[in-house]
């Protein structure tokens, strides 16, 4: 997480472009978009997106974040490559889903998610460039200006740090929030639980479409760096791209096993049948961010995908905790906790105090 922009003018472009360096990527935008939203910062950034600060010149420079896209390096390296076109179109669907959650969360309640307050296009320079192959010669993606119409979500102002950068001990960004998180550690922890259960169990409730159809939504993938740490002091989810639909008590295959190795739970292997997965693996995922929490060490994965827990921190952990961890990871799902509600409900009584 960084906020430091570079701001240039790109005279080809005719716009003041800003450019800043994350975890070893460049990253590319235009400095105002939509002749509306000035770009200040970043909030995050990861495999799929980017998250910037900005303001929003027509508003008093009211305070917003900007969702992008942001493009798989591999095949842009390549000039030329037709393997492009799908990878922008899969990227934007994923972008629209993402949208279409976020007034999901509206519809349904959610105070502690993103509140979207408008869709915009501009350049894309992400998907632009200039892009750099394998051989070093520089190149642009320009095929169809497909670049020329790229989509961004406006959503409300999140004043925190992500959790991913709370939890690492060599970002200095903001020493603050990290303080006072780990002054309280058991403390935030269980809130985050108890928080973060509860808005993904309002997804999980089937609710009935004008059609008759009864829908319901699995999160996925959930992780540090897709959860926000308020300065309030409470717990937002920022990612909603990756939720896969039930409709009528089934998963549609087309959304299921978007997750991220260590977190996934083991029905997301490809032998488990993808229609059957359900709310226990957001139980999974919930478990497996706790464990990075308490821990500050992120569960890593083996051979097989399968995520992996160190005994030796686990037997750290206060009896209780170590003992709802367990139950919300355990590999059999006839073992795990059969809801949210239920993980929820246990967490209530989990001691914050290491001595308890």
């Known amino acids: 997480m960084t906020n430091s922009l570079q701001t240039e003018y790109d005279s080809a472009l005719q716009r003041d472009i800003v450019k800043f360096h994350n975890n070893g990527e460049d990253y590319r935008c235009v400095a105002q978009l939509n002749d509306r939203y000035h770009l200040t910062g970043v909030l995050a950034a ?38 492009v076109d799908k990878e922008v179109e899969k990227q934007r669907e994923r972008l629209e ?97 108890i928080q973060t259960g509860l808005i993904l169990e309002r997804f999980h409730q089937e609710r009935k479409t004008p059609a008759g159809d009864r829908l319901a939504f699995i999160y996925q993938d959930l992780k540090p760096a897709n959860v926000i740490f308020t300065r309030e002091k409470n717990f937002m989810l920022i990612d909603f791209g990756s939720f896969a639909l039930r409709i009528n008590g089934q998963t549609d295959p087309g959304f299921a096993r978007t997750g991220t190795l260590g977190y996934q739970p083991p029905e997301f292997s490809p032998n488990f049948p993808a229609d059957k997965i359900d709310a226990r693996a957001d139980v999974f995922t919930l478990g497996a961010t706790v464990y990075h929490m308490l821990t500050r060490q992120a569960p890593r994965a083996d051979a097989q995908d399968q995520s992996v827990f ?47």
């Open 97 to 193: 889903h993402e949208r279409r959650m976020l007034l999901q969360a509206g519809q349904r309640d959610i105070a502690q998610a993103p509140l979207l307050l408008d869709e915009i296009h501009d350049l894309g320079l992400d998907l632009y460039g200039p892009h750099q192959a394998d051989d070093g010669q520089t190149h642009y993606y320009a095929k169809n200006d497909l670049w020329r119409k790229e989509p961004f979500l406006v959503l409300n102002y999140i004043n925190g740090l992500p959790m991913d950068a709370v939890l690492n001990t060599q970002d200095r960004s903001d020493d603050s929030l990290k303080a006072a998180f780990f002054r309280n550690q058991l403390f935030f922890v269980k809130s985050f639980i």
């Open 310 to 356: 160190d005994t030796d921190l686990l037997n750290k952990l206060p009896n209780d905790w170590r003992n709802w961890f367990l139950k919300a990871t355990h590999i059999d799902l006839s073992q795990r906790f059969v809801s949210m509600q239920e993980a929820v409900g246990l967490a209530y009584h989990l001691p914050v105090s290491k001595g308890s």
């Open 46 to 83: 990861g495999g799929f997106g980017v998250i910037y600060q900005a303001e929003d010149r027509r508003l008093f420079n009211k305070k917003v974040l900007i969702k992008a896209n942001r493009y798989n390096r591999r095949y842009l390296r390549i000039p030329n490559n037709k393997a």
